[in-house]
């Protein structure tokens, strides 16, 4: 065994997640994996309909008190390395101080930035100073830091250099954003076009069922979602001939609260092939937008006066990073244009920004921890 690798995550392991980042490419090429879930812990009333994946249960350890996590720690062996995708806060904090005095290699994973006002690639803000400011003050207090990062993109880049471990000694290893990743694999695959009609795609948030909001406290949007979305579907598919069709979120459940799309095909597990032979897509602030972009599909962003202001904000910058047609679905005279177009500049600047842009071997995950490892260790 060339050594373990400890995945700290603060959500239920699914079968996506276990493909997403690699689990049986690392077993494969000879590691062992464990999983340390933070999902009771952080939250001892979350509750989601879904299991951890069945392959995956015995590497999963998923403590509820600060004791277990604790005695956890203990029998971590010194050449474990630890990628973490989960936060660091207040609550967690002693977990990274703790893994870190033992003295193991540790990183966290960036690999799927979207557009953010707390990130702006053009000019610095106080907000990002006075983080650093704070981060190095943790840091020199607690005399701990990461080493490294791993990321896809220039965002990647600055929201781990604002990261409350990052420091001048952290390193940087480049990979693809995940989901240019999972475009890749799935061009090899070469699948066809099964629709028999033109149609365009949602990209669905589950925005009123994702067990996320439970944590949050809120819902980002209005009661009355389904009804606005149905309404503004039923014009889209008058106007341009064409049928719309639901990209269900990766955590929907649709199977179990039934159909609010009035009857609209829902299609789970393939967004990518159903962005690749759209005419157009509708979206919020979904990050399966990359696909859009790699794929150089036009956009219409969904927004509503019903919806969060941090959601409406999130929608809004979205539209305004990819010059993409805004519509507001709580003003009835919103006008919907003759064609959809892309701005080119934007989508390559995108593509540049948040998708890919250093990882040009498209080296995989494995591949890139044993160069890490090879000179780390």
Do not use: W
């Not at 493909?19 to 952080?42: A, H, P």
């Not at 971590?76 to 989960?86: A, G, Q, R, T, V």
């Not at 966290?108 to 190095?136: A, C, E, H």
């Not at 990073?321 to 005279?333: K, M, Y």
């Amino acid at each position: 065994m060339k050594g373990k690798i400890i995945f700290i995550k603060e959500s239920i392991l699914s079968k996506r997640d276990y493909e997403r980042y690699k689990f049986n490419d690392f077993i494969q090429s000879g590691y062992g994996i464990s999983v340390l879930d933070l999902t009771s812990f952080n939250n001892h009333d979350y509750k989601e309909d879904v299991d951890i994946y069945s392959i995956a249960k015995e590497i999963v350890f998923s403590p509820s008190s600060k004791k277990e996590i604790l005695e956890y720690i203990k029998g971590i062996d010194h050449n474990s390395i630890i990628i973490s995708l989960s936060r660091v806060n207040k609550k967690t904090f002693f977990i990274y101080k703790k893994i870190l005095k033992k003295g193991n290699k540790i990183g966290f994973l960036f690999l799927g930035s979207t557009p953010d006002v707390y990130f702006n690639l053009n000019k610095k803000t106080l907000r990002s100073l006075l983080r650093k400011i704070k981060n190095i003050i943790i840091q020199r207090l607690y005399g701990i830091h990461s080493h490294f990062y791993i990321v896809g993109s220039k965002v990647d880049v600055l929201k781990s250099e604002n990261h409350v471990l990052f420091s001048k000694k952290s390193r940087f290893i480049y990979h693809n954003n995940l989901d240019y990743d999972l475009y890749l694999n799935n061009e090899k695959l070469n699948n066809k076009n099964t629709s028999e009609t033109k149609y365009a795609v949602f990209l669905d948030e589950y925005c009123l069922h994702h067990p996320d909001n439970n944590i949050a406290g809120i819902s980002p949007v209005g009661k009355n979602y389904y009804s606005e979305l149905n309404s503004f579907f039923s014009k889209i598919e008058s106007k341009y001939s064409v049928k719309v069709i639901i990209a269900a979120h990766p955590r929907s459940r649709y199977d179990k609260i039934g159909n609010p799309f009035q009857g609209r095909k829902i299609l789970k597990m393939k967004t990518i092939d159903l962005v690749k032979y759209s005419e157009f897509v509708l979206a919020h602030a979904s990050t399966a937008i990359t696909m859009s972009v790699i794929y150089k599909k036009p956009i219409v962003s969904l927004t509503s006066r019903y919806y969060h202001h941090t959601y409406i904000n999130s929608i809004e910058l979205f539209s305004e990073t990819l010059s993409s047609t805004l519509i507001d679905l709580s003003n009835e005279n919103y006008r919907l244009p003759n064609s959809f177009e892309i701005n080119n500049k934007a989508y390559e600047d995108y593509h540049e920004n948040y998708i890919n842009y250093k990882n040009s071997n498209n080296l995989t995950l494995v591949n890139l921890i044993q160069d890490y490892q090879s000179i780390c260790f």
